[in-house]
């Protein structure tokens, strides 16, 4: 999230080089429903953002559960700014004008900090996933579900809280970046097939579906 656009240019250029995919968002608006609509490994934000600041945004992704790293690139150096930048949830602050080499291995550092553990048990409620046996259950009860049912639940749960697009599910559970109206089809036959196996026992409902938007696990819908 950065406004400055020829600061923004040379960043996107300079992590495409690095062979990182970026996005970029000219304003913490932007920023935002960027972050909470898609999958991101990392936030690069700027504070002194037009509308609503840095640290606005910044408190805002936290507030709604989000744990992606956030490094906050910035001009403002005083021990004040640093404090109340990480205080809002910033895992790291490096300050403008800086050297690429030294923003890449923050970066690195950020990403190895903050990567999570693919066969760590996944909870929810008294839903239970563990990635290594292949098994779920909830309230004890074992689930039986196909292979990708277990992807989509085991992604769900990676993302419990936020919404889960058809696109994120098209890109990291079918993996086709193209999305087509069959391949939109196929996923919700296929979540409806989940949630009958994970809610319909049950009087407390855990997968919701956003009408227009994805899917989303936990929180209201």
Do not use: C
Request: hydrophobic letters at 45%; aromatic letters at 6%; glycine letters at 8%.
């Amino acid at each position: 999230m950065e406004d400055e656009a020829k600061v923004a240019r040379a960043l996107a250029d300079g992590l495409a080089a690095e062979r990182f995919e970026t996005r970029v968002a000219a304003t913490g608006e932007e920023g935002f429903f960027l972050v909470t609509g898609e999958a991101f490994d990392l936030v690069l934000l700027d504070l002194m953002l037009p509308n609503r600041g840095g640290l606005e945004i910044l408190a805002a992704l936290r507030a709604r559960g989000l744990r992606t790293p956030v490094l906050v690139l910035t001009a403002k150096d005083t021990v004040e700014d640093r404090v109340a930048g990480l205080d809002a949830g910033a895992d790291d602050y490096l300050v403008k004008p800086f050297a690429f080499p030294e923003l890449l291995a923050r970066i690195r550092a950020l990403l190895r900090r903050g990567r999570l553990d693919p066969a760590a048990k996944l909870r929810h409620d008294d839903l239970a996933l563990d990635p290594l046996r292949r098994a779920a259950s909830r309230g004890g009860a074992p689930l039986e579900l196909t292979a990708k049912e277990f992807e989509i639940l085991e992604y769900l749960l990676r993302h419990q809280g936020r919404v889960v697009s058809r696109e994120m599910l098209a890109r990291d559970v079918w993996k086709v970046t193209a999305r087509a109206t069959p391949l939109d089809n196929v996923i919700d036959v296929t979540i409806a097939r989940l949630r009958r196996k994970v809610d319909d026992p049950f009087p407390r409902k855990l997968v919701h579906t956003i009408r227009g938007v994805g899917f989303l696990l936990g929180g209201e819908p």
